[in-house]
């Protein structure tokens, strides 16, 4: 699967996000039914409490209600219900393509990541446009 991190292209992958070295996403692209891409993931406060996760496409933790999961045709979105920032955006952009263009979270070890259409960022690192053939592994993001 080739998946696209803000402006940055990371070619056959195997589905998986990891960040700061540790899986934080996962995505199956699906052949029928609902949403294309089917999502696992977790959301960590700074200091590495779990806030909320997303299994098979559906909130099964939700502290104090605060996140809101729309399944778009194409996607998901996760937002806070509060201030309606999004937290992740997946969306299906072609054949064995999935994009991450933005989204703002916590990793498990409590360093904020960023995702723009520019650029995504998280603690020293940040990766900008370009590609890398992840040769069938995880999407590695600020594990460098």
Known sequence: MDVKVGPHWYRNSNGIVEIDG??????QLRKTGGTPVRVNFAIFDKVGKMHAKIEANSLVINEQGAYQLER???????????????VLAI??????????????????????????????????????????????????????
């Open 72 to 86: 778009l045709e194409n996607g998901i979105i996760l937002s806070n219900r509060g201030d309606k920032k999004r």
């Open 22 to 27: 540790l899986p934080q996403i996962e995505m």
């Open 91 to 144: 969306n299906v952009t072609g054949t064995d393509q999935v994009e991450i263009p933005e989204g703002e979270f916590y990793t498990l070890k409590g360093h904020l990541l960023k995702i723009t259409p520019h650029e995504w960022s998280v603690e020293k690192t940040t990766k900008q446009s370009g590609e890398t053939d992840m040769k069938g592994q995880p999407v590695a993001v600020g594990s460098q």
